[in-house]
């Protein structure tokens, strides 16, 4: 199994663009997660999903961010505009359901820097 | 969920056990403990998990006090390999979510 996929590996953009990161979870896996990473932070969970339908979105910071899953194999995490504070390592992870959300796989990430 | 309490970091030499303690002093009766950890620019990596019974699995022992009040992550023979940030969290089995907070940073030196 090739695990969590995520793509780009590393973003660079400047200020106000649209930023686009994509995961391609495990298969089979109903659960997916998207976090984010910063030394001030530490890891913050954004959004989860269970059967491609959004669970929790109370992490999102803000309107500029959107996260979608049109199939149980795909989902993107977009920010639009985009800003420096935006700076970050996003994770995302998928989990299988078998009772409860025992083990998440987590992807390599997406380095973003926002200039 | 209940909040973790980890030292913000740990010396462990090569070939001997890293015990690393977590405290989760207002866990409730359906959250189980749960390790991950996190190699230098990698993502989190699940280790082992359990609800108030001792665990073991090829990678660590999991040692839960009677009260459930804290744990204890054991790394038998640490290695150079197993140099990475200990997250300790509790959740419930069903629909909780992972919240991290600041884990531990082991270090393994030769």
């Known amino acids: 199994d090739a695990g969590v996929i995520q793509s780009p590996r590393h973003e660079v953009t400047e200020m106000g663009q649209e930023v686009t990161l994509r995961c391609k979870p495990i298969?089979?896996?109903?659960?997916l997660f998207w976090y984010r990473q910063t030394m001030m932070r530490g890891l913050e969970l954004l959004i989860y999903?269970?059967?491609?339908?959004?669970?929790?979105d109370s992490g999102m910071p803000e309107d500029r961010f959107s996260a979608k899953m049109p199939n149980a194999s795909f989902s993107t995490l977009k920010i639009q505009p985009s800003e420096p504070r935006d700076s970050a390592v996003y994770f995302c992870?998928?989990?299988?359901?078998?009772?409860?959300?025992?083990?998440?796989?987590f992807g390599s990430g997406t380095q973003l820097s926002v200039l | 969920d209940a909040k973790t309490t980890q030292p913000p970091s740990m010396d462990c030499a090569e070939g001997r056990a890293a015990n690393l303690p977590c405290n989760h002093s207002t866990i409730s009766g359906n959250e189980y403990v749960y390790w991950y950890r996190q190699i230098h620019s990698q993502g989190p990596q699940y280790i082992i998990h359990?609800?108030?019974n001792n665990e073991t699995n090829e990678m660590a022992s999991l040692i839960i006090t009677e009260d459930r009040k804290s744990s204890t992550l054991i790394l038998p023979h640490a290695t150079l390999r197993d140099t990475a940030v200990y997250y300790c969290i509790v959740r419930i089995l069903q629909g909780g979510k992972l919240i991290f907070g600041q884990g531990t940073e082991l270090s393994v030196k030769p």
């Open positions: 992870a998928s989990s299988p359901q078998t009772g409860g959300y025992e083990k998440l796989f």
């Open positions: 999903f269970n059967n491609n339908v959004p669970i929790d």
């Open positions: 298969s089979g896996h109903n659960s």
């Open positions: 359990g609800l108030k």
